[in-house]
């Protein structure tokens, strides 16, 4: 999987360091349709504050980045990523104009360091030019028509083909392309002549809004094509990026919750925010394409091929109203068919962010044991009232340690800490929470650009739970998450379970180029760097690797697939010495014999063979690179997708009616968690082997009041 071009966030309250390849967030609402440009009203060409932004960015992120400096093949890189940036689908380039812009590609660069943008801007040129040809034909082709009766793929994962090799060839792509757009709309049982608008229109806006991109965007891209090639995290902010990056953060907590990203042309669900509206709605998911969106009872307005941050302008709105998004879900990808989902604009409030907790009730023989649950969304911290050391200040730990008490006092057995989904936060937040569990010592190793080697440790005596504990984590667990779950694996405090990690080993800070300028009036942008990377207590990285779970969950997709590892350029997995730490318990053989009951769970369990098909489903369909043009043949596929669905929701309502069997959930205030726990397999099936963990360390009473008494080897913590 390639690394993706765009990323932005849509009102979730996040630090600029989640921010990557952003384009800048329009203020405003852009809905009117525009004519087809037939040529541009200029060519593009530098500013002098872009080269004078350019020699002071490429000196200081050849002074401050972290990481190895050999950049022998960076020009090569450059032009790659500039390529992939502009046309990563090879939709509008034929491998003519490739092979005329080659005598670009040794040198860009050196043509960076010097100032020298032309190269930059005579390739953006270019591509305006053939968005403008390509978009011309697709008009063309609405008035021809087409035959569904024809048998015939249409490939729209064009990423790793060859550019085509000339006009003609490309024209082919775009009939099918056109084809297969008109086609899904058909599917939706829409007429010819309102087919032929709704595309019509989508054309036309591909072209303008491309048209409306000015110089500083060109420059925003050449130099991410840059910073991109030297590592993934790190990236330029033009002037104009920063101030609607700083409007969207003042105004951050309204929206519906979702990262967004550009795949191809269409806007990509990346993320669903924790605690925002669209992760409590719990329709939208990550993986969904937006094809449409609407206002209200407004008319859906199509933004297949529009800007990213047009189409987050068109998302975003005021608090209490309502958004309509047409998607194509992430288990049907293109062949659709495509599904409405209605969000209450709202506030992404505090509380639905912090940690939450709940009590699974697992039978064991003749018994129930009581498995308490904590939900972290993301580590946080209320920096300024910690400042302040005001008593009651809000963090991530001690909400956790309150919730923790409050378990305690309903008896619990053993504890769950659900990191799923918690992309990080705040690094204090993963030291003192690792502390709730350990009694004092080293937590994580930050090494900086200059190889200084930083210790963050917990200092703070004894552990406010000292009982089985077990760490869930999935694939978007990222950077805190990891250092929490890879501190808890090397003390053999607890075990982590579900699927490896997201790999975010490193860290950024924000470098403002305005106090380089020569200028008050001149303004240049800042640089996001990423200047130092992070190491486990055992001297390994979580960069790229991640942290490997002690029992793996079904998954789909290969893990190199996704992540920090598919990622072009991330940098490598790297090792130091280690810290001096005192291992609490050595668990590996009876975490052998917990992951053989799991084993023998997923050849059992119905609702979990349930889960083994749909994982196969969707591994199917994410390793699709074409869809089929002939309608008979795409509306059957579609009915046997919605059987399939239809099934697997009737297994899920007939367990929740059931209590899940043999799982029950007890969350304080929550009336629905009963059914919730019945459909998250992952974290009953979580509870279960902690459960199994107990049941075969066989000294269960001992466990949970052996107060501050050490752990033998094989003993579970």
């Known amino acids: 999987m390639k690394a993706q071009s765009f990323k932005l966030f849509i009102a979730i309250g996040v630090g600029i360091g989640s921010l990557c390849m952003a384009l800048a967030v329009s203020p405003g609402r852009a809905t009117e349709v525009a004519a087809v440009s037939e040529t541009m009203a200029h060519q593009l060409a530098p500013k002098s504050e872009h080269r004078y932004a350019s020699r002071w960015a490429t000196r200081i992120i050849n002074a401050y980045r972290y990481g190895e400096k050999a950049d022998e093949d960076l020009s090569e890189r450059m032009f790659d990523q500039y390529l992939d940036l502009l046309d990563g689908n090879r939709l509008y380039f034929t491998a003519t104009d490739i092979a005329d812009l080659e005598r670009y590609r040794p040198h860009l660069h050196e043509s960076l360091k010097s100032a020298d943008l032309e190269p930059a801007f005579d390739i953006f040129n270019r591509y305006v030019k053939r968005v403008n040809e390509r978009t011309s034909h697709a008009l063309e082709l609405l008035d021809r028509g087409f035959d569904f009766t024809i048998d015939e793929e249409y490939r729209f994962d064009r990423t790793e083909l060859p550019w085509a090799a000339s006009e003609e060839e490309l024209e082919e792509v775009w009939r099918q392309r056109v084809k297969n757009d008109w086609l899904l709309l058909k599917l939706t049982d829409q007429e010819d002549e309102e087919i032929a608008e709704t595309l019509r229109e989508r054309y036309t806006n591909l072209d303008r809004r491309i048209s409306e991109f000015n110089s500083e965007d060109v420059f925003q891209f050449f130099m991410n094509a840059y910073t991109r090639s030297i590592e993934p995290h790190s990236a330029y902010l033009s002037p104009r990026s920063v101030d609607n990056f700083e409007i969207s953060m003042r105004l951050s907590l ?173 690094l204090i937040e993963a030291t003192t929470l690792t502390g709730l569990f350990i009694d004092e010592g080293p937590v994580v190793q930050v090494r900086d650009f200059r190889g200084r080697i930083n210790l963050e440790r917990d200092r703070e005596p004894g552990m406010a739970w000292d009982g089985p504990l077990a760490v ?246």
């Open 254 to 426: 309204d929206g519906i919750g979702a990262m967004l990203q550009r795949e191809t042309e269409y806007t990509t669900v990346m993320e669903v925010v924790p605690g925002g509206p669209a992760d409590l709605d719990g329709r939208l998911q990550a993986g969904d394409r937006i094809v449409a969106v609407a206002q209200g009872d407004e008319d859906f307005v199509d933004v297949i091929g529009w800007r990213l941050d047009d189409v987050v302008s068109l998302i975003r709105g005021e608090r209490e109203t309502v958004v309509r998004l047409e998607v194509l879900p992430a288990e049907t990808g293109l062949s659709g068919p495509s599904q409405v989902i209605d969000i209450v604009r709202d506030e992404v409030k505090l509380e639905e962010q912090a940690a939450s907790s709940e009590i699974i009730e697992v039978p064991e023989g003749d018994e129930v044991r009581r498995i308490g649950v904590i939900n972290l969304p993301v580590f946080y911290v209320d920096f300024q009232g910690r400042a302040r050391n005001e008593p009651n200040y809000r963090s991530s730990t001690r909400d956790t340690r309150h919730l923790i008490n409050e378990l305690r006092e309903q008896d619990i057995d053993g504890l769950v800490i659900d990191l799923r989904g918690n992309g990080g936060g705040a």
């Open 472 to 717: 869930l984590v999935d694939r978007r667990s990222a950077s805190a998450s990891e250092i929490f779950a890879a501190a808890i694996q090397d003390y053999g405090r607890g075990v982590v379970i579900g699927e490896t990690t997201f790999g975010k080993g490193t860290v950024q800070n924000l470098i403002d180029l305005d106090q380089y300028s020569n200028s008050d009036d001149t303004r240049l942008g800042q640089i996001k760097l990423t200047m130092a990377q992070f190491y486990r207590v055992n001297g390994g990285s979580t960069q790229r690797m991640g942290v490997i779970p002690d029992i793996l969950l079904p998954t789909a997709g290969d893990p190199e697939e996704t992540g920090e590892s598919a990622l072009e350029n991330a940098l490598p997995w790297g090792e130091i010495e280690a810290t001096e730490f005192d291992q609490v318990a050595h668990l590996e053989s009876l975490v052998e014999l917990a992951r053989q009951r799991h084993e023998q769970r997923l050849e059992s369990d119905e609702e979990l063979q349930d889960l083994l098909a749909e994982i196969r489903d969707f591994e199917a369909e994410i390793d699709r690179h074409s869809v089929t043009l002939l309608e008979s043949a795409r509306r059957a596929e579609m009915e046997e997708e919605e059987e399939r669905r239809s099934e697997r929701y009737a297994s899920v309502e007939e367990s929740a009616t059931d209590g899940g069997e043999d799982v029950l959930s007890d969350a304080a205030g929550n009336e629905d968690s009963e059914d919730e726990a019945s459909r998250d397999l992952y974290l009953i099936e979580t509870a279960r082997i902690l459960s199994d963990l107990i049941a075969l360390d066989g000294d269960q009473h001992r466990m949970a009041h052996r107060g501050d008494e050490s752990l033998s080897a094989g003993e579970l913590p």
